[in-house]
């Protein structure tokens, strides 16, 4: 059994994420805490304790707000692509649940500060604004986290959100870059290999024959994924971001990549939010740039069918 604590934005695919978390029997969920990013902070707490309902799961797994802005530069969000309420407007009954009375970065330091004898994996798929607060008030957290799995950052493949930067590092490119220079060791699902990986309509086919109520909202939610990565920029097919990194945690074997050092350009200007792997062989972070993609859809539907 593996203690994870996911750091999120949901966001439609940290939603997909967060259900693939909850089904995996080897994953335990100690934690989910949510920063503002897709759509306001207020917003993403919501949409994180809506599918803790969907899931299932009760508050002895907490839902904890965490920064609603980043640490430096404005606000931006992504209504675009996870449309005005994140879970791209699909008709989710209010959360019953209550949030958490703990911060999320209290969350954050708390928790790790409990795991050093069983050190945990943290989990991000969203701007990293809380996790680089939690590691610069308390360091020594480091000793309760064996390793970071993030979404963010692009290379070959370019951003999505400027021609050079990803959404999660551009929303606050100092937190990441406080993030990547930790020093823990990183696995990154940067666009490189998460582009690689699409929600076909095949694939979303075969979520929704899982026929559980949570893979069938999975599959709700990535249809609703492809209806506004095709109509914000005319792909049909929604690259699978967030879940994958709890794939990678589950199977690693099913992806592939280089070691790196990773810089990210926070000076203003056209390349702001981007991020550069150096690679060579001690960097810290494990860089994916293939995937087995149809092995991550059919884990994810494995996943999805555990809540059985
Ligand atoms: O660039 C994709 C990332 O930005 C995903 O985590 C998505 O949820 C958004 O947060
Ligand atoms: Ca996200």
Redesign the pocket.
């Known amino acids: 059994m593996k203690r994870v604590l996911i750091d999120c934005?949901p966001?439609?695919?940290?939603a997909v994420a967060l259900l693939a978390a909850f089904g995996a029997r080897t994953l335990d969920v100690c934690a989910i805490t949510t920063v503002a990013?897709?759509v306001k902070g207020p917003q993403t707490e919501i949409n994180a304790r809506i599918i803790r309902d969907v899931a299932g799961v009760d508050t002895r797994v907490p839902v904890c707000a965490g920064a609603p802005r980043p640490l430096l530069r404005d606000p931006v969000t992504?209504e675009d692509?996870?449309g005005s309420t994140g879970l791209g407007d699909l008709p989710f009954p209010a959360p019953k649940q209550p949030l958490s009375d703990m911060h999320a970065v209290n969350m954050i330091i708390e928790t790790c500060r409990a795991a050093e004898a069983e050190p945990l994996i943290l989990i991000i798929?969203?701007p990293m604004t809380n996790v680089a607060l939690a590691l610069t008030m308390a360091p020594e957290i480091a000793d309760g986290i064996a390793e970071i799995v993030l979404?963010?950052g692009a290379d070959s493949e370019g951003g999505?959100?400027t021609p050079f930067s990803?959404?999660?590092v551009f929303a606050d490119p100092h937190a990441a870059a406080a993030v990547f220079g930790c020093g823990l060791p990183i696995r990154c699902l940067s666009?490189d290999v998460t582009h690689t990986v699409r929600a076909t309509p095949a694939r979303v086919d075969l979520i929704r024959a899982v026929a559980t109520p949570q893979a069938t909202v999975a599959a709700d939610l990535l249809h609703a994924s492809c209806k506004l990565e095709f109509s914000a920029n005319g792909s049909r097919d929604a690259p699978l971001?967030?879940p994958s990194t709890v794939i990678a945690v589950a199977r690693p074997d099913l992806f592939e990549g280089r070691r790196a050092y990773v810089d990210v350009v926070t000076e203003p200007g056209e390349q702001f939010g981007r991020t550069i792997p150096r690679f060579e062989a001690a960097g810290p972070v494990l860089w994916y740039e293939q995937a087995d993609s149809d092995g991550v859809f059919d884990v994810l539907a494995r996943l999805l069918g555990e809540f059985k």
């Open positions: 934005d966001g439609l695919d940290d990013g897709n992504a692509f996870h798929t969203g979404m963010g999505n959100i990803e959404f999660n666009l971001h967030d």
